[in-house]
């Protein structure tokens, strides 16, 4: 089925480990999106990709890294974890080109850091 | 900066009893305004939408949602819950002049009681 996907689903680390969360689409959407959910604070844009070869900060970019790898792929890095970046991770997709049907969302990375 | 308020973070009810559920956004300009929807476990999925027009939106699942320009306000309605809408809602909005960036709010965790 089409649509987003993130890999892997849990993962628990410790302090200053890093890792690598991976998000494909196979919509052919421009745009992609990193967001943290925390309870009560809704979801927070950590890093988005406009279009393949850009990226910009979103709200909450500290001790985040990206990479558009190419239109399919945006990756988020942590490389230093911090028990402040347990939460849980969604990646999302829009095509902005043709007519705005908001994101459409991965199934998310629970991360606890310990 | 542009918010969303979500004032209600958590609501209880009982099968049968109606939902209203606030959303304001802080963005005096042209706003695409919509509600997702998190079942347990789950991604968010798109509920409904407004861009322009009839200000009363239907989405899936007999919700629905009027756009209130004057008060700055989206509220999502269900006339009678079920206990399958046990799940969060959040409200987002895009600003005209944003791109594709939405902004969440905070989310309203609903349970609704057999």
């Known amino acids: 089925n089409a649509g987003v996907t993130q890999t892997p689903k849990f993962q628990v680390l410790k302090t200053g480990q890093s890792m690598t969360l991976q998000c494909a689409q196979d919509m052919n959407h421009n745009s992609m999106y990193w967001y943290r959910q925390d309870p009560g604070m809704g979801l927070r844009l950590i890093y988005y990709?406009?279009?393949?070869?850009?990226?910009d900060k979103g709200e909450v970019p500290n001790g985040y890294n990206v990479s558009r790898l190419n239109k399919r792929e945006f990756s988020l890095r942590l490389e230093s974890a911090a028990p402040s970046q347990t939460s849980v991770y969604f990646c999302?997709?829009?095509?902005?080109?043709?007519?705005?049907?908001?994101?459409?969302f991965g199934s998310g990375t629970r991360l606890t850091v310990v | 900066a542009q918010s969303v308020s979500q004032h209600n973070h958590h609501v209880i009810l009982s099968e049968a009893a109606s939902l209203e559920l606030g959303c304001n956004y802080s963005y005096g300009g042209t706003v695409n305004l919509f509600w997702y929807v998190q079942y347990p476990g789950q991604h968010l999925q798109l509920l409904l939408k407004y861009f322009s027009g009839d200000p009363l939106v239907k989405g899936i699942k007999g919700f629905e949602a009027e756009f209130i320009k004057s008060k700055f306000s989206f509220n999502l309605r269900k006339p009678s819950v079920q206990w399958s809408d046990t799940a969060e809602y959040f409200c987002a909005v895009r600003r005209g002049n944003a791109g594709n960036m939405l902004t969440f709010g905070g989310g309203t965790r609903l349970m609704v009681k057999p």
């Open positions: 990709s406009a279009s393949e070869g850009t990226t």
């Open positions: 999302a997709s829009s095509d902005p080109m043709n007519s705005w049907h908001g994101y459409t």
